[in-house]
């Protein structure tokens, strides 16, 4: 599986070209599967959900032009046969995920049974802010909202390093530098301040930050 850990989706040319890459294949040739899980845990969550699969999201990541659009409902596959959905995942290019609350998303993937398969799965993973954020090994007390039956802030773990997204967004004034400072200083591993203009890929465990805009690694 590759990464394109993104703060605001495909949000310029570079975080495009860098996805293009990663696909081997145009978009136009590609299949896409949808995940909105994490924005139904915010208020206005299913607005937001109908937002990012009609391709009217400010973040753009439906409206790319693919092949072929599903979409995959985790709190749904724990009551139907993975022979229903697991062939879906088998056979797509690439896996959008939506933003929210990291923690019910890390919950749900959990539950559903796609966080076990998601390290053999030869697909592109996509995530956009809680879709990233959900990689590393815990998100950090800051971004805590929904609560696990289980506590803690725990995430999937598949790399390494914890993001702090939407770096100095203007809808989001508390999303400062100096706030996110605060905030790697509690983390163990690793951490990453982003703005929506920038991206982190990873392949192979190879780390590598695309940006036209503002990021910086607080913590290494």
């Not at 570079?14 to 899980?37: F, G, N, Y």
Request: proline share 5%; net charge negative; with cysteine.
């Amino acid at each position: 599986m590759k990464l394109l850990l993104t703060s605001g989706g495909i949000s310029n040319k570079s975080i495009h070209d860098a996805l293009v890459d990663m696909l081997d294949k145009p978009i136009a040739e590609s299949s896409a599967l949808c995940i909105s899980t994490a924005s139904y845990a915010l208020r206005n969550g299913a607005r937001l959900a109908w937002s990012f699969f009609n391709g009217k999201d400010s973040a753009p990541m439906t409206e790319l032009g693919w092949k072929s659009m599903g979409v995959l409902e985790l709190t749904a596959l724990p009551s139907i046969g993975r022979d229903r959905w697991v062939p879906l995942l088998e056979e797509t290019d690439v896996l959008l995920v939506n933003g929210g609350d990291p923690l019910f998303l890390n919950y749900w993937m959990q539950q559903s049974g796609l966080a076990e398969l998601l390290p053999s799965l030869k697909l592109v993973y996509v995530g956009m802010s809680a879709g990233s954020m959900i990689m590393a090994p815990n998100i950090g007390d800051w971004f805590v909202n929904w609560t696990p039956p289980t506590g803690g802030d725990e995430t999937l773990g598949l790399v390494d390093f914890a993001m702090f997204p939407h770096l100095e967004h203007e809808m989001l004034p508390y999303n400062t530098m100096a706030n996110a400072e605060k905030w790697a200083a509690g983390m163990k591993g690793p951490a990453y301040a982003v703005c929506d203009d920038t991206a982190i890929k990873v392949i192979n465990g190879a780390v590598e930050v695309i940006s036209e805009g503002k990021w910086k690694l607080l913590k290494s």
